[in-house]
């Protein structure tokens, strides 16, 4: 079963700009990850924010976690093209428990 | 360091056949997960392993089995295949500890006929 789901579904926008997609989940967690991944292929782990963190950054990518809304939004600042990819949200809820995904959002940069 | 690696990558079969897929690890990693992903029902989670003993198990029927080896190697099988086994499969390792990354293979496609 999902325990994430990120909205929008797909989303496109013209490369330079920002795209933001969000993730809401049902339980309480550990930790929740962001993967992107190209199209039928593995996917790649980007970002992991624990429950006591707020808010992280790597790169072009902003994670920020609220843990009262349940939710969470990934933010990549000047898009490219090469951003082009479905992007999910996991969860863990605690210890060595799987990663639940939800069903992603595609996002597609048009240069 | 290599990646983890999946075969076959492409696979078709046909209904009532069994079929085995496998997965090696990054050199070091212990534990391997196995994904099925399709389009309608997205990824869920199949079961994962840690030397050499299933640790997790998802809401699949027992026609989905799997094993590590003690090299950390995974197979898994599904044996009586059915139309909607159709899918990508995918595997993931990663170091012992209870938030670390998982680190996916490319997944192998199925396709039952």
């Known amino acids: 079963s999902q325990q994430g789901e990120e909205d929008p579904q797909a989303l496109s926008i013209q490369e330079g700009e920002n795209a933001t997609m969000n993730c809401s989940y049902k339980?309480?967690?550990?930790?929740l990850q962001w993967y992107r991944q190209n199209s039928g292929r593995g996917l790649v782990h980007l970002i992991l924010i624990r429950s006591n963190e707020r808010e992280k950054h790597s790169g072009r990518l902003r994670v920020t976690l609220d843990t009262s809304k349940k939710s969470s939004s990934l933010l990549i600042t000047a898009s490219r093209a090469a951003d082009t990819a479905s992007y999910f949200c996991?969860?863990?809820?605690?210890?060595?428990?799987?990663?639940?995904f939800g069903k992603g959002t595609r996002l597609s940069v048009i240069a | 360091k290599a990646g983890v690696t999946q075969t076959p990558r492409y696979l078709i079969k046909t209904r009532g056949q069994q079929v085995t897929l496998s997965c090696s690890p990054i050199s070091g990693h212990r534990s391997v997960s196995w994904y099925q992903q399709t389009p309608g029902q997205g990824l869920q989670f199949l079961f994962e392993?840690?030397?050499?003993?299933?640790?997790n198990k998802g809401n699949f029927p027992g026609r989905f089995s799997g094993r590590q080896f003690s090299n950390s190697r995974s197979e898994m099988n599904v044996s009586t295949l059915e139309l909607g086994d159709s899918a990508l499969y995918l595997c993931a390792s990663r170091r012992q500890g209870a938030d670390n990354e998982q680190f996916f293979g490319p997944g192998t496609r199925l396709t039952v006929l």
């Open positions: 996991a969860t863990q809820n605690s210890g060595n428990t799987p990663l639940v």
């Open positions: 392993y840690f030397s050499e003993t299933q640790r």
């Open positions: 339980t309480s967690i550990n930790n």
